[in-house]
């Protein structure tokens, strides 16, 4: 089955800094890629995602980019701010599993003012 | 999400008893999930659900029982047989289909008395 490994764990940057999250899956047949935003005792929010017949997606602040010869995927946040303090997580789905996200085990991003 | 509904939002668990999570989504969703988080950690599978009257155990399925009877609700009984439930648990739904993103509730958080 698939496996998404998720880098780093923890993350402390300055604000104003750029944050970025590495994702890697292992199941090449992979087309899907969101990622969520969890605040504490909050649920996981979608906040991008990508499909595989995209190269790179951004959304204001937020990009995704995708490398589906390497398989990986990652998440840049730039100009950080102290509410992008949470937790994030990259998923990955495909085809034949309906639906179904296998979950990276996240990453505490930490912003400093 | 507004659309996907988790009660209750506390529970305590008593040594031998069964308790019962509930999740009702108005999204007309195909696919339902339910996953397990513990401290500092990602998300586990528990079960899923594609459609009406049909699941499939996820991960982490022991001591842990479903139904889907009714395309809006997919509630998670946990079981005395799951000796470790203390957990935040969170229900999803989405569109039944390989490139869709799930859409959470605000989680049900369960601990033993």
């Known amino acids: 089955g698939e496996n998404v490994e998720q880098h780093p764990s923890t993350l402390s940057v300055q604000e104003g800094d750029s944050a970025v999250i590495k994702c890697t899956y292992s199941?090449?047949?992979?087309?899907?890629f969101p990622w969520y935003k969890q605040e504490l005792g909050k649920r996981p929010q979608l906040i991008i995602d990508i499909r595989s017949n995209v190269g790179e997606k951004k959304d204001q602040r937020i990009a995704v980019t995708l490398n589906k010869t390497a398989k990986h995927f990652s998440l840049h946040i730039t100009e950080t701010q102290p509410e992008d303090s949470a937790v994030y997580f990259c998923a990955a789905s495909n085809s034949d599993s309906w639906g179904k996200l296998q979950f990276g085990a996240g990453t505490q991003v930490v912003v400093t003012p | 999400d507004g659309g996907i509904t988790q009660s209750p939002k506390y529970l305590f668990r008593k040594e031998g008893q069964n308790v019962t999570l509930s999740c009702e989504q108005n999204?007309?969703?195909?696919?339902m999930y339910w996953y397990r988080q513990d401290p500092g950690q990602g998300l586990r599978l528990i079960y899923y659900?594609?459609?009406?009257?049909?699941?499939q155990k996820g991960d982490i399925a022991e001591g842990y029982s479903v139904s889907r009877e009714k395309k809006e609700s997919f509630p998670l009984t946990v079981t005395s047989a799951q000796k470790n439930p203390t957990a935040f648990y969170l229900c999803?739904?989405?569109?039944?289909?390989?490139?869709?993103?799930?859409?959470f509730g605000d989680g049900t958080r369960l601990s033993i008395l």
């Open positions: 659900s594609q459609i009406v009257n049909d699941f």
């Open positions: 199941d090449s047949a992979s087309n899907y």
């Open positions: 999204l007309n969703h195909d696919a």
């Open positions: 999803a739904s989405s569109i039944r289909e390989a490139d869709q993103p799930q859409h």
